[in-house]
């Protein structure tokens, strides 16, 4: 059974940091593509950043220069290094793993993200 499990999410102060880990089972995770996604109330739910199987990486503008993804195919697990956090990247984050483009893959349960004083 294919698993994905999100953790690393809580309540930060502004300019503080958090690691997001993804973790899979049930897959071989090293061959997917996998993305970040967020999902603030009243939002949209958007792609934040992305690792391909190459370990090519794409970030969302308001994202790029503070949030890292990388992955350990050892460890079957894909992270988001968030640095320099910001109130308005208070959101669910959500872990996507699709073996093509064509397909909506598998999703995790989410993690909440708070930044706050």
């Known amino acids: 059974q294919v698993r994905l499990v999100e953790s690393g999410g809580g309540l930060v102060q502004p300019g503080g940091s958090l690691r997001l880990s993804c973790a899979a089972s049930?897959?071989?995770?090293?061959?997917?593509?996998v993305g970040w996604y967020r999902q603030a109330p009243g939002n949209q739910r958007e792609l934040v950043a992305r690792i391909t199987s190459t370990s090519s990486t794409n970030y969302a503008d308001s994202v790029k220069g503070r949030f890292t993804i990388s992955r350990d195919n050892a460890k079957n697990t894909v992270y988001l290094q968030m640095n320099n956090l910001k109130p308005e990247d208070t959101a669910v984050y959500y872990c996507?793993?699709?073996?093509?483009?064509?397909?909506?893959?598998?999703w995790g349960q989410g993690t909440q993200v708070t930044v706050s004083s």
């Open positions: 049930g897959i071989i995770f090293s061959r997917y593509a």
């Open positions: 996507n793993a699709r073996f093509t483009m064509g397909t909506s893959g598998y």
